[in-house]
């Protein structure tokens, strides 16, 4: 038998309207955190960028391709990380190039950042078989202007980083040895999805969202919240091509 409650179908039913009514209630609290998010005032961008991507320097402009909005999602790989990209951003690169076509043709241009230098961003979208395009803030202030990096002197005033320094769970040292960084290195840069948008000729800083926000998540773990089992309580990630299986 399993471990689980087991009952009738007029059971179940019961339980699941139950349950159909706070998810209604969720739906609708979205609804209303949708419409605060798009009401939030744009930020004129004034400061230059320049970017290292797969088809030479640009600028933040020249990244919209076109396009009058820019979302990007900043994956966890610092100029330190000698083995590659955090796993759990990596899973969530994963699921990425499926949004591209549908994406674009809502004038939406899509992308990914990181600090490593260009040259091991594209070995390792090449290892991962990704297509999105994927930009380096390389030896630019933009990853730090936009809080999607700590300075060293930045990460040294924040508790919870000097917290997990000083006390840090097996989970987050096997982290350290699948990014090939130390701890007070890796945990300074931040995984989060960043927007713009391009009107008149100026760009226009909308929106951030770091985590621990469940949007910065993996797409898989949104799958994983329907199933029958919970997960484990540890945030453990793998690349796809690395599973210990």
């Known amino acids: 038998m399993p471990e689980h409650k087991i009952g009738t179908r007029e059971e179940w039913q019961a339980a699941r309207d139950e349950l159909a009514k706070l998810e209604a209630e969720q739906a609708e609290r979205n609804e209303e955190i949708k419409r605060k998010r798009l009401d939030l005032p744009w930020v004129a961008i004034e400061k230059e960028y320049e970017f290292d991507s797969e088809d030479g320097k640009k600028t933040l402009a020249e990244l919209f391709d076109g396009r009058s909005q820019l979302l990007a999602y900043n994956i966890m790989f610092g100029p330190d990380y000698t083995v590659g990209a955090c796993p759990g951003c990596t899973s969530l690169g994963d699921g990425l190039d499926g949004s591209l076509v549908?994406?674009?043709?809502?004038?939406?241009?899509?992308?990914?950042?990181?600090?490593?230098?260009?040259?091991?961003?594209?070995?390792?979208?090449?290892?991962?078989?990704?297509?999105?395009?994927?930009?380096?803030?390389?030896?630019?202030?933009?990853?730090?202007?936009?809080?999607?990096?700590l300075t060293e002197e930045q990460a040294q005033q924040i508790p919870e980083v000097n917290e997990m320094l000083d006390n840090p769970p097996e989970w987050l040292?096997?982290?350290?040895?699948?990014?090939?960084?130390?701890?007070?290195?890796?945990?300074?840069?931040?995984?989060?999805?960043?927007?713009?948008?391009?009107?008149?000729?100026?760009?226009?800083?909308?929106?951030?969202?770091t985590?621990?926000?469940?949007?910065?998540?993996?797409?898989?773990?949104?799958?994983?919240?329907?199933?029958?089992?919970?997960?484990?309580?540890?945030?453990?990630?793998w690349r796809k091509d690395e599973y210990p299986d």
């Open 173 to 209: 040292q096997e982290w350290s040895r699948q990014v090939g960084a130390e701890l007070k290195d890796g945990l300074r840069e931040s995984p989060g999805w960043i927007a713009f948008a391009h009107e008149n000729g100026t760009v226009y800083h909308t929106y951030t969202v």
């Open 102 to 149: 549908h994406l674009n043709h809502r004038d939406v241009t899509l992308i990914c950042f990181s600090r490593a230098p260009i040259e091991r961003l594209t070995a390792y979208k090449r290892r991962m078989g990704w297509q999105f395009p994927y930009v380096s803030t390389y030896n630019t202030d933009f990853p730090f202007d936009f809080a999607l990096a």
């Open 211 to 237: 985590a621990p926000d469940p949007f910065v998540a993996p797409y898989h773990s949104f799958l994983l919240d329907r199933t029958p089992k919970p997960q484990p309580a540890e945030p453990r990630a």
